[in-house]
């Protein structure tokens, strides 16, 4: 157990639909990453939070938002699927500053069909 | 913009074989380095790091990376690989100040280690 808790672990669901992954970050730790890791793109940054501000952006699509609660734990928002969006979701978490490394969850496989 | 580049999509080995993945990243400034492993099924854990001083980093299981700035590389080695190293290795790299500040990974090397 990494100590970033991702859920859930799986989700299956129709083009079209909206789907909410959530992510609990390490203990004290006050940015979250979330990144896509698909076959084609391999793993793919796509946006960061620090203490509940947005601090960068990578390549998420308009249809994807994502925020961060007041205790920290973060939610990426998914809207509009398409089967092309069938990827593992990573979430990370870190101390923030540059002399850390980041933490991963396990991860949430999402499958549109 | 940061990118890395890992030079091998998979690398098959037998036990007790030397191990070298590559990696080269491209960025002018001051970056952080690492190296990740994914065992199937599982979440990306850190294997080492490299933010500063010596050049030749040693981390967990038996790995070791070194950093050579002339050449913009962060290369992983082992010297004799086991049957449970089959995996998955990421190297990313990390610049300093901006929007260059999160970690780019490279699109993966697969070991796959024959017993």
């Known amino acids: 157990d990494s100590g970033v808790t991702q859920t859930p672990k799986h989700l299956i669901t129709a083009t079209g639909q909206r789907v909410t992954l959530r992510c609990s970050p390490r203990?004290?730790?006050?940015?979250v990453y979330w990144y896509q890791q698909s076959l084609d793109q391999g793993l793919q940054f796509l946006i960061q939070?620090?203490?509940?501000?947005?601090?960068a952006k990578g390549n998420i699509l308009e249809r994807f938002s994502a925020q961060q609660f007041p205790d920290l734990h973060s939610e990426l928002n998914l809207s509009s699927l398409e089967l092309g969006d069938s990827a593992l979701y990573f979430c990370?978490?870190?101390?923030?500053?540059?002399?850390?490394?980041?933490?991963f969850g396990s991860g949430t496989r999402l499958t549109v069909v | 913009a940061q990118s890395v580049s890992q030079h091998n999509h998979h690398v098959i080995l037998s036990e007790a074989a030397s191990l070298e993945l590559g990696c080269n990243y491209s960025?002018?400034?001051?970056?952080?380095l690492f190296w990740y492993v994914q065992y199937p099924g599982q979440h990306l854990q850190l294997l080492l790091k490299?933010?500063?001083?010596?050049?030749l980093v040693k981390g967990i299981k038996g790995f070791e990376a070194e950093f050579i700035k002339s050449k913009f590389s962060f290369n992983l080695r082992k010297p004799s690989v086991q049957w449970s190293d089959t995996a998955e290795y990421f190297c990313?790299?990390?610049?300093?100040?901006?929007?260059?500040?999160?970690?780019?990974f490279g699109k993966g090397t697969k070991l796959s280690v024959k017993p």
């Open positions: 990370a978490s870190s101390g923030g500053g540059h002399n850390y490394g980041y933490t």
């Open positions: 203990s004290g730790d006050l940015s």
């Open positions: 990313a790299v990390r610049g300093y100040g901006g929007s260059q500040g999160n970690l780019i």
């Open positions: 490299y933010f500063s001083g010596d050049p």
């Open positions: 960025y002018g400034g001051t970056v952080n």
């Open positions: 939070y620090y203490n509940g501000e947005e601090r």
